[in-house]
């Protein structure tokens, strides 16, 4: 099993959803983050004052997926999320060694 | 035949008191202009003009909560919020009651040309049939509705100086110097500008001196008169013109604000750290709550629902939009785009601006002084704020000292009849006098310069008081976390 981790542009959010609900994925966590990367940040000015605002919103999204589908799932958030302009995000993987679905005590694969 | 004889007895009868009624009728009126001479008809209260200045009155109080609390809270971190907001209402609140208690007394009773003095404290002798004078012969006001008035403005002119030292006053020094302030700052300077006998007192002086024979019932008639006009406050004397609180409220404020910015030091992290103002959309309903309310400010101060009301809504209308789009256009300008900050700032500056000229400008002086007024005060508060490096936080200086400053003094030009001004009434004549820009704008200056060092000096001492007392600035941590938790145990937003 997989984790996959997206940083993603936060308008969309609605299109990531839709495509991973299209390849059986029945389930991720969201959440409202900021960071920067290659984007930079952008300047605002309050009357005379200037900021450097150097954190800018994105969403954080992730998804816990057996290991064979993490490439079609790699793929479909790639597809939704791209628009081609400095921002898009990043995708990160890592390793999950175990989980468990809480209402029936499943585990593994079939608490997914 | 009796029937007859009884119908003309009844006839005549009322043929006679039919003329007997109509005589009478005929001899009142005959008497009534003999009478009229030797005593002129009282003073009489208008309903429009009473019911126009209840209104005026509560408008000035929605300008101050919550109109200033949220254009001000807004510009601020959310972690001091609340502080604002309280500084702002303790404002209102404590100073209504000091109000009652001594203050309407000390600036508006005959005392000394500086202050006035203690014979109306605790509201002494005013009563349901007070009255007050307004700028017309023969007409005044409720005393009460004229008090209620005159609170307001005495409220909002120390609110408006907490604006400077946001985000790290203790609130306990707050407490001492509110009061502290409009006793020995405000309370004088309203007396100084704003006082005066009224119209009735000038006119029936100056009555008194045509009517007086040569010799010495003259000189008598003459000393009353100049007895009379001497009843005012100096910046009154001095012939300076302030139709709604130029220098009383915003001159004196500002300068106040400056002080006390200076005194007690710039905010943590200021000029470093993001200080981003935490609610625009806040601070625009407060300043658009402050537009409407100053219809009561400005309009209001013409004390009567009359043409000069008029006179000054209009003004306020037009210079505030004007100043608006001229700060607007400005920033687009210099600093590459036109942010709703500044449109509102704009906004703010043109009411300050004209608030002395409304009543006695023209409506083109307005739109002249509002696109003038814009650009000066984007100018100080983007340029001469960042290179002289004081932490005025919410440009109180800036806006309302720069704006007053360039309200007052342009009162002075626009006043002038021959540029559409409403020129100043001189009572002990009864005509529009005649104008000299000269004379005028000296008084202006000297009025200004009067604030300017009376509420300068008179605040740094103050402040220096309530340091000794409680001291002006709240501990480092507690600045860190933010004033609403540590100052009032309490957050504005729990999401």
């Known amino acids: 099993m997989k984790i996959v981790m997206a940083i993603i542009k936060p308008f969309k959010l609605d299109e990531v959803r839709d495509a991973l609900t299209s390849i059986g994925v029945q389930g991720l966590t969201v959440t409202e983050v900021k960071g920067y990367g290659r984007q930079k940040g952008h300047t605002e000015i309050y009357r005379g004052a200037e900021y450097a605002v150097s954190f800018l919103p994105k969403i954080k999204i992730e998804v816990a997926v057996d290991t064979q589908q993490v490439d079609k799932v790699i793929s479909a958030i790639t597809g939704a999320a791209k628009t081609g302009q400095i921002g898009d995000g990043k995708i990160f993987v890592f390793n999950l060694e175990n989980a468990v679905r809480i209402r029936t005590g499943e585990t593994d694969a079939a608490a997914l | 035949m009796t029937f007859k004889l009884n119908s003309r007895v009844?006839?005549?009868?009322?043929?006679?008191?039919?003329?007997?009624?109509?005589?009478?009728?005929?001899?009142?009126?005959?008497?009534?202009?003999?009478?009229?001479?030797?005593?002129?008809?009282?003073?009489t209260f208008n309903k429009g003009d009473n019911a126009w200045m209840l209104?005026?009155?509560?408008?000035?109080?929605?300008?101050?909560?919550?109109?200033?609390?949220?254009?001000?809270?807004g510009l601020v971190r959310p972690k001091n919020m609340l502080s604002v907001l309280m500084h702002v209402f303790y404002t209102v609140c404590i100073v209504t009651v000091i109000w009652v208690v001594y203050g309407y007394s000390l600036a508006f009773t005959g005392g000394s040309p500086y202050v006035g003095g203690l014979s109306k404290a605790f509201l002494m002798g005013v009563t349901l049939d007070s009255q007050a004078a307004t700028f017309s012969n023969g007409a005044t006001i409720?005393?009460?509705?004229?008090?209620?008035?005159?609170?307001?403005?005495a409220a909002i002119t120390p609110a408006l100086i907490v604006g400077a030292f946001a985000e790290r006053m203790r609130f306990s020094a707050v407490v001492l110097f509110i009061p502290l302030w409009v006793t020995f700052v405000y309370f004088p300077i309203a007396h100084m500008v704003w006082y005066w006998a009224g119209p009735d007192a000038i006119t029936d002086a100056a009555k008194a001196v045509a009517a007086a024979a040569a010799g010495p019932a003259k000189v008598a008639a003459q000393a009353k008169l100049d007895e009379v006009m001497a009843d005012a406050g100096q910046v009154f004397i001095w012939g300076a013109i302030d139709f709604a609180g130029g220098t009383v409220v915003h001159i004196n404020s500002g300068?106040?604000?400056?002080?006390?910015?200076?005194?007690?030091?710039?905010?943590?992290?200021?000029?470093?750290?993001?200080?981003?103002?935490?609610?625009?959309?806040m601070s625009m309903i407060g300043a658009s709550l402050l537009w409407v309310g100053w219809f009561g400010f400005n309009a209001g101060s013409n004390l009567e629902a009359n043409g000069g009301a008029a006179l000054a809504m209009i003004n306020s209308f037009v210079a505030t939009a004007a100043a608006a789009l001229a700060w607007m256009f400005a920033e687009w300008a210099v600093k590459g785009k036109?942010?709703?900050?500044?449109a509102i700032s704009g906004c703010v500056a043109g009411l300050v601006a004209v608030t002395p000229a409304s009543g006695y400008s023209g409506p083109m002086g307005a739109l002249v002084l509002g696109l003038i007024v814009g650009p000066v005060c984007f100018f100080f508060v983007t340029t001469v704020k960042n290179a002289l490096k004081y932490d005025d936080a919410l440009d109180?200086?800036?806006?309302?000292?720069?704006?007053?400053?360039?309200?007052?003094?342009?009162?002075?030009?626009?006043?002038?009849?021959?540029?559409?001004?409403?020129?100043?009434?001189?009572y002990t004549v009864g005509k529009i006098a005649?104008?000299?820009m000269a004379t005028q704008v000296i008084a202006q200056f000297k009025a200004v310069l009067t604030t300017l060092v009376w509420s300068g000096v008179g605040s740094a001492i103050l402040y220096k008081v309530v340091d000794v007392l409680v001291g002006l600035r709240v501990p480092v941590e507690a600045e860190r976390e933010g004033l609403d938790i540590t100052a009032h145990g309490e957050r504005a937003y729990n999401m």
Not at chain 2, 338 to 342: A, H, R
Request: net charge negative.
């Open chain 2, 434 to 436: 005649d104008y000299d």
């Open chain 2, 396 to 426: 109180v200086f800036g806006v309302h000292c720069i704006g007053g400053i360039v309200g007052a003094i342009g009162t002075g030009i626009l006043v002038n009849p021959a540029l559409g001004g409403a020129g100043i009434m001189d």
């Open chain 2, 338 to 342: 036109p942010s709703l900050l500044g």
């Open chain 2, 142 to 153: 409720h005393e009460y509705i004229y008090i209620c008035f005159q609170m307001t403005f």
């Open chain 2, 255 to 281: 300068i106040a604000g400056l002080v006390g910015a200076l005194l007690i030091g710039k905010r943590l992290g200021y000029g470093k750290e993001a200080m981003a103002p935490h609610s625009l959309t």
């Open chain 2, 10 to 43: 009844v006839l005549g009868l009322a043929a006679l008191a039919a003329g007997v009624l109509i005589s009478d009728w005929a001899l009142a009126q005959a008497a009534a202009p003999a009478a009229a001479p030797a005593a002129p008809p009282a003073p």
């Open chain 2, 55 to 73: 209104t005026s009155s509560v408008l000035v109080l929605l300008m101050t909560i919550p109109g200033l609390a949220l254009f001000y809270g």
